[in-house]
């Protein structure tokens, strides 16, 4: 087998994230689930828009934040994704290969336009999502490079992803190309409501024996196994994923890879400003770890790292030193 040339490879949501500060009262008043990610249509797109205060606008994406993490760390990344061609898809595709990120994914002409996320964050940081999917829903296989995919160590997918079905014909051709060239595949679950539509496939995949590394947070871990307790839903799991990752919010992370089990602290912040991004940046961390032979408490503390780093500020994308913040692991 040939040395990989890429360290990590991924297909997500290419979304540019617009997030604006908000009270609870308005989220509640819009009918909005606090603190969850709900799907929405061109007219509820433009009526959150519209309710929103002043806003930013930043290349996002599940996966696509976890590249711009790894980037930082000095990775070598490649991200495939679909934009429209229109403005927000020019914003982001200058985003992500400005962070030091590969993307080659041609851009889609006419409707619908490049995806975006209208993001409320609460006083406390939590952050409401509301995702208008546009052009990313119609990532086709045919736009995938195997060859490319063959020449990375990991492929990361996302499993928000999955929900259309171009993008998800894509990702099973990706893991066949990955897998056929004995490379690791690592998946992100996402978020528990993703589970509940596609639990089947995301555990019909673990059944097979076709995820090498499992990214979840607690509830996510729970909607997959049908169980409460974190440790118990872990232990069901690691017979069939080589190396799970559990995030448990402010109590840190856990890991386990066959008899090693690792567990963090959240690193310490002086003030949590938005929590958008957390997830991926942590994963940014511990796959950064990963294929660098780190240990999995070294990794562990490399995603806990990234992950305070991006809820200091707004937006999911790193704005300190990612290498000098972690300089000392």
Not at 68 to 73: D, F, K, P, S, Y
Not at 170 to 179: D, G, H, V
Not at 291 to 315: F, M, N, Q, T
Request: aromatic fraction near 6%; include cysteine.
């Amino acid at each position: 087998m040939t040395q990989p040339s890429i360290d990590v490879i991924a297909i997500g949501n290419a979304i540019v994230d617009v997030m604006a500060p908000s009270s609870d009262e308005l989220i509640a008043q819009l009918g909005l689930q606090r603190g969850g990610m709900t799907l929405v249509d061109t007219d509820r797109a433009r009526e959150l828009y519209d309710a929103m205060g002043p806003a930013r606008e930043i290349s996002g994406g599940s996966a696509a934040n976890t590249l711009a993490g790894l980037a930082a760390l000095g990775a070598k990344c490649a991200f495939i994704g679909q934009v429209a061609d229109d403005q927000l898809g020019e914003v982001f595709a200058h985003d992500v290969r400005a962070g030091g990120i590969a993307f080659a994914t041609p851009s889609r002409e006419g409707e619908p336009p490049t995806a975006r996320c209208l993001i409320f964050v609460s006083p406390d940081g939590q952050r409401t999502m509301n995702t208008y999917l546009g052009a990313s829903q119609f990532l086709p296989a045919e736009a995938l490079d195997e060859k490319v995919i063959a020449d990375a160590a990991v492929l990361y997918l996302e499993g928000y992803l999955w929900d259309p079905e171009e993008p998800r014909a894509a990702m099973r051709k990706a893991i066949a190309a990955a897998r056929g060239a004995g490379r690791k595949v690592a998946f992100t679950l996402s978020d528990a409501f993703v589970i509940s539509r596609h639990g089947d496939d995301f555990r019909k995949l673990i059944e097979a024996g076709e995820i090498d590394i499992l990214f979840a947070n607690e509830g996510e871990l729970a909607a997959l196994t049908g169980i409460e307790d974190y440790r118990q839903g872990m232990a069901s799991l690691a017979a069939k994923v080589p190396v799970l990752v559990v995030t448990c919010g402010a109590e840190g992370a856990v890991a386990q890879a066959g008899d090693d089990f690792a567990r963090v602290s959240a690193e310490p912040i002086d003030k949590v400003v938005d929590t958008t991004g957390a997830g991926d940046l942590f994963a940014a961390g511990f796959l950064f770890g990963h294929v660098r032979g780190r240990s999995l408490a070294e990794s562990l503390k490399l995603g806990a790292i990234c992950a305070a780093e991006i809820i200091s500020h707004y937006g999911a994308r790193p704005e300190a030193d990612l290498k000098a913040l972690t300089a000392t692991v």
